[in-house]
């Protein structure tokens, strides 16, 4: 008597296979849903590196180099912040009116990447020349 054999799998095998196949998907899935959420934040913190160094550059240009503070919020959602502070070299006390002063110019931008995710702000600061009081 010969005994034939069917050729295939089983479905013991088959279902293995399947869950090995899905595990795999799955892992390759939180890899690269996480590669994705990484280049998000990295362009949005290079949209916020630029609007910080277009409000830096503004001072003293478009809006007048005096002391004080602004706000505003852009069309992307980032909220910033400008502070224009004297700059007190040593001596600067004895100057005379209306003579050139430095200013220190300090800008905060802040934005949230997501619902749940932390509030995330960068800062740029420098110093700027500016006629005095």
């Given at each position: 008597?010969?005994?034939?054999?069917?050729?295939?799998?089983?479905?013991?095998?088959?279902?293995?296979?399947?869950?090995v196949?899905?595990?795999?998907?799955?892992?390759?899935?939180?890899?690269?849903?996480?590669?994705?959420?990484?280049?998000?934040?990295?362009?949005?913190?290079e949209?916020?590196?630029?609007?910080?160094?277009?409000?830096?550059?503004?001072?003293?240009?478009?809006?007048p180099?005096?002391?004080?503070m602004?706000?505003?919020?852009?069309?992307?959602?980032?909220?910033?912040?400008?502070?224009?502070?004297?700059?007190?070299?040593?001596?600067?006390?004895?100057?005379?009116?209306?003579?050139?002063?430095a200013?220190?110019?300090?800008?905060?931008?802040?934005?949230?990447?997501?619902p749940?995710?932390?509030?995330?702000t960068?800062?740029?600061?420098?110093?700027r020349?500016?006629?005095?009081?």
């Open positions: 008597m010969e005994s034939t054999r069917d050729s295939g799998f089983t479905l013991i095998e088959t279902l293995v296979a399947f869950t196949f899905a595990l795999i998907a799955g892992a390759f899935q939180l890899c690269l849903s996480a590669g994705w959420r990484s280049v998000r934040s990295v362009e949005l913190q949209a916020a590196i630029e609007l910080a160094r277009s409000e830096l550059s503004a001072a003293g240009f478009t809006t180099l005096a002391a004080g602004s706000e505003g919020t852009n069309d992307a959602g980032f909220t910033w912040t400008r502070e224009i502070l004297p700059y007190a070299f040593p001596g600067d006390e004895f100057a005379e009116p209306g003579a050139t002063r200013f220190r110019i300090l800008v905060s931008v802040r934005w949230q990447e997501g749940r995710r932390p509030e995330r960068i800062s740029l600061e420098t110093i020349l500016g006629a005095g009081e």
